[in-house]
């Protein structure tokens, strides 16, 4: 059977993969199809409706099932739409992040010596930035775009994947199919895309979970600063910004795109977990 | 042996590894040749430097280590002025080499099937299922069964013993001239020891390969070997055809390594075995002495002087060591302890 066809009967009989993988899924899906889930757009204002609260409020309706903000703008639908930038923007960040993490930790993992010394260093120092400080200096000395904000979380937090990388890499290396593959004549790049990459996926799949739910908190808590997410788009972060003023008087507005992340962030974790359990490689002990 | 019969040759190798305040030198001087269709056993105990002067051979040492030698010679190309791109057309395709622990040797995340064809594809212009082809053949020579489903088979679907099948057909594939075996058999099983030896044996028989064998069992070099050379401490110290190094062992270290193998039907019951005291030291700077002085039983203030040479001992044979040749200053029981008790606590430094 193949490593595939393993991890997939593996997966079925997983409970957090399934739990986790139908919260992910329920969540994509809606914000794929946000337009057909509600009538409303998220940026257009209605200031004579608004306020209007959840439908399980006394004065609630079905009308706008969330209710809607103080600018009148229907909340289910800024919830929908707000979905899909905080998973586009952790998808992304992780690509970067990711991409830049392993070709470090590769390097040094595999290298040893010089190259590790380097590399460390850099790991080093990025671990001594404070990461949302840098990020709101960043944003606010360039100005504040989507763009800028999934470049300046990716290229700051690839030390996860560096470093776990790194540790991956240099057990691999002492493995006899390594030296085995040098025997036969493989050249260094063979070696790193096809022995080493295939055989660290497990950890890798795990870090990238991590980072993915990190990287959406982080925008979260950019926008909360104002220096995130700036309107008229919408994210989950910025909403809960938005609404800090009503805490005390209409506690739900937090409640609601706090509770959404919160779920993301535990179903995202679930199956990263999940994965790892998943594609540990038979007979790799 | 003629120059042209030789596959390898090995002149003078030295391997020096920097450690924080040190260096080791685990490699000293080893002069190996290999013939064609010959079998080449390098026999010590762990530590003796025969792995390192396996993987130095192959050009595979980490870069840390620093290799030097006056020649080293496949056929009549001199490796030593190789450029990296040549090695890698080199390894694999004219020497292979068969690793210590099959269950660790193969990538569990390919195939058997796409790890065998990866070595053809890598060094002949061969379709895939030409590869395949080739690669069933081999799987079915070294006898194993069912080859069509091996080859589509992961290696953690396969025991130890068809993993070691796997890795000599593996080293086969490209028709090597030179196939080194480091410790081939010392993660089996006995049973399957044996089979793997004489599947090994036949094999170099058939294809007339050069083979160095890596081994600390002498048991193993008894059957296989066309000629000894003996390592203690990255040093050679003794070089002989089989019958000789194991009849009749000229270097002290040699006579303990064979004192040490009970022998059926002369070994009694009870009876001590010999072993060898001490461990094999750390090798760092030059040599003011005989290696092997602090271990050995027959050693004499003439040992501490100086580095002892390489010596002819007659018979084609090489030596490391002053004692004379013709056995008037040994003492078989020298190697058996008289106190029992310590003697329990000790390992044979030569096992079965």
Known sequence: MSPGRVALRRAIRHGGFWIGGTIIFVIVLMAIFAPLLTPYDPSVQSLSEGFVPPVWAEAGSWEHPLGTDNLGRDYFARLLYGARISLGLGLLTVIISGTIGTAMGITAGYWGGWPDMIINFFITVRLTLPVVLVALVVVALIGSSLWLLILVIGLLLWDRFAIVVRSATQQLAQREYITSARAIGSSTPRILFREILPNITGPLVVVTSIEIAHAILLEAALSFLGLGVQPPDVSWGLMVAEAKAQLLFRPWMIAIPGAALVLLIFAINLVGDALRDVTTPEGKA | ?352
């Not at chain 2, 079998?39 to 430097?49: I, L, P, R, Y």
């Not at chain 2, 003439?302 to 040749?325: F, K, S």
């Open chain 2, 1 to 352: 042996m003629s120059d042209d019969t030789r596959i390898l040759s090995v002149r003078g190798l030295n391997v020096q590894i920097p450690i924080p305040g040190s260096t080791l030198w685990p490699v000293r001087d080893v002069n190996i040749d290999v013939g064609r269709g010959e079998t080449v056993a390098v026999v010590g105990e762990s530590g003796c430097g025969k792995s390192l002067t396996a993987l130095a051979i192959m050009g595979l040492l980490p870069r840390q280590a620093k290799v030097q030698s006056e020649a080293l010679r496949l056929n009549a190309e001199s490796l030593a002025e190789a450029s990296p791109k040549r090695w890698r057309q080199l390894r694999g395709d004219r020497i292979a080499m068969i690793f210590q622990d099959p269950m660790t040797a193969l990538d569990p995340c390919y195939r058997i099937g796409d790890q065998m064809c990866e070595i053809l594809q890598q060094h002949r212009k061969i379709s895939r299922s030409a590869a395949m082809k080739r690669s069933l053949d081999l799987l079915g020579k070294v006898g194993i069964p069912a080859p069509e489903e091996r080859l589509k088979q992961y290696p953690h679907q396969l025991s130890g013993g068809l993993r070691q099948r796997v890795m000599i057909a593996m080293a086969l594939l490209c028709e090597p001239e030179l196939i080194i075996a480091d410790e081939p058999t010392t993660a089996l099983d006995v049973t399957i020891q044996a089979q793997i030896l004489r599947l090994l044996r036949d094999i170099q028989r058939e294809t007339n390969i050069g083979l160095l064998l890596i081994t600390h069992d002498l048991g193993v070099v008894a059957g296989m070997a066309d000629r000894i050379v003996v390592m203690y401490g990255g040093e050679v110290v003794e070089v002989g055809t089989c019958d000789q190094v194991l009849a009749q062992p000229l270097h002290p270290y040699t006579e303990g390594l064979v004192r040490s193998i009970p022998v059926p039907g002369e070994t009694e019951q009870g009876e001590a075995l010999g072993y060898i005291p001490g461990i094999v030291p750390r090798q760092v700077g030059e040599r003011t002495a005989c290696g092997f002085v602090d271990r050995c039983p027959y050693a004499t203030s003439a040992c501490r002087e100086e580095p002892i040479a390489m010596r002819d001992a007659g018979d084609g044979r090489l030596m490391r060591c002053i004692l004379p040749t013709d056995g008037s200053a040994r003492d078989p029981d020298v190697w058996i302890l008289p106190d029992e008790t310590s003697a329990q606590g000790a390992t044979n430094s030569g096992s079965l």
